[in-house]
């Protein structure tokens, strides 16, 4: 279910006044009216359920007051973000998305899919295979509309889940930034077109994992020798049989399947 992600907190008496885009945002595409309910995610991290008290078209301003009960009734159809949350927090798995820097478009679709599947951090890694102006692009004003789609595609999808796009990295830096994280509960693989010397995700992942890292390649892959650079930093190659993926579809393709594999422990 849809969230909207305040930049405000809410005032003493529970009120958050919303303006600008986000006006245009919630009259436009939520198409709220006075009455309506909706969740609302504040800088603290937590969610609230609040009711549109009032819309003033004149400055368009729109007042959204916390409800006394937040744990009952939300935007009437579908799936309630509430819902969402809690059964993440029950999971309580930490998601980490290394993907080797594709082109633009590719990367915001990259993007978008791994903040609905619930990623915590996207590492873009500029790999021999990535193209400079592509890792430019990245460096420069397109990383604030990468962080506008996360912010969208958060309030699409609901996700609690706080994700956030890190600045490019080489391969090198990226295995001593998940080293510096990684504990005897984290687990990483690397998606690998070729077949050798991979293993399952069954016999990689186990019950006690609480956090994941997932190397996806950009156009090309990835080349051999940052694959084995990964794997002495820890990530396990992984192979999955079949048709040779699209790099934005490797990246959904395979946090999905983490993602299940671990769920069914």
Same mark, same amino acid.
């Given at each position: 279910m849809r969230q909207f992600i305040s930049s405000r907190p809410a005032d003493r008496k529970g009120l958050i006044c919303v303006d600008g885009k986000d006006y245009r945002y919630l009259r436009q595409?939520? /198409?709220l009216r006075s009455g309506d309910m909706l969740s609302v995610r504040l800088p603290d991290g937590s969610l609230q359920n609040t009711t549109v008290c009032e819309i003033n078209e004149e400055n368009r301003i729109i007042t959204l007051q916390i409800c006394a009960d937040t744990k009952n009734?939300?935007?009437? /159809?579908g799936v309630q973000a509430?819902? =969402?949350e809690s059964e993440m927090e029950y999971t309580g798995i930490e998601y980490w998305l290394f993907q080797y820097i594709a082109k633009p478009v590719k990367m915001e679709q990259i993007v978008r899919q791994a903040t609905e599947c619930g990623i915590r951090f996207i590492v873009p890694v500029a790999g021999s295979y990535s193209q400079k102006q592509n890792v430019m692009a990245l460096q420069s004003? #397109? #990383?604030?509309? =990468?962080?506008r789609i996360i912010r969208e595609a958060r309030q699409q999808s609901g996700s609690p889940v706080k994700t956030e796009l890190l600045d490019p990295v080489t391969t090198e830096e990226a295995v001593a930034l998940w080293k510096n994280v990684c504990t005897e509960k984290s687990s990483a693989v690397v998606l690998w077109e070729r077949n050798e010397n991979t293993r399952r995700l069954k016999e990689i992942l186990t019950s006690e994992t609480v956090r994941v890292a997932v190397a996806v390649g950009c156009e090309g892959g990835i080349s051999p020798d940052e694959v084995e650079v990964l794997v002495q930093g820890g990530f396990v190659p992984v192979h999955f049989a079949g048709n040779i993926l699209r790099c934005e579809t490797a990246a959904v393709y395979g946090i999905a399947a983490v993602q299940s594999m671990l769920g069914e422990m």
């Amino acid at each position: 279910m849809r969230q909207f992600i305040s930049s405000r907190p809410a005032d003493r008496k529970g009120l958050i006044c919303v303006d600008g885009k986000d006006y245009r945002y919630l009259r436009q595409v939520l /198409r709220l009216r006075s009455g309506d309910m909706l969740s609302v995610r504040l800088p603290d991290g937590s969610l609230q359920n609040t009711t549109v008290c009032e819309i003033n078209e004149e400055n368009r301003i729109i007042t959204l007051q916390i409800c006394a009960d937040t744990k009952n009734g939300s935007i009437t /159809r579908g799936v309630q973000a509430g819902e =969402i949350e809690s059964e993440m927090e029950y999971t309580g798995i930490e998601y980490w998305l290394f993907q080797y820097i594709a082109k633009p478009v590719k990367m915001e679709q990259i993007v978008r899919q791994a903040t609905e599947c619930g990623i915590r951090f996207i590492v873009p890694v500029a790999g021999s295979y990535s193209q400079k102006q592509n890792v430019m692009a990245l460096q420069s004003g #397109k #990383k604030e509309r =990468i962080e506008r789609i996360i912010r969208e595609a958060r309030q699409q999808s609901g996700s609690p889940v706080k994700t956030e796009l890190l600045d490019p990295v080489t391969t090198e830096e990226a295995v001593a930034l998940w080293k510096n994280v990684c504990t005897e509960k984290s687990s990483a693989v690397v998606l690998w077109e070729r077949n050798e010397n991979t293993r399952r995700l069954k016999e990689i992942l186990t019950s006690e994992t609480v956090r994941v890292a997932v190397a996806v390649g950009c156009e090309g892959g990835i080349s051999p020798d940052e694959v084995e650079v990964l794997v002495q930093g820890g990530f396990v190659p992984v192979h999955f049989a079949g048709n040779i993926l699209r790099c934005e579809t490797a990246a959904v393709y395979g946090i999905a399947a983490v993602q299940s594999m671990l769920g069914e422990m």
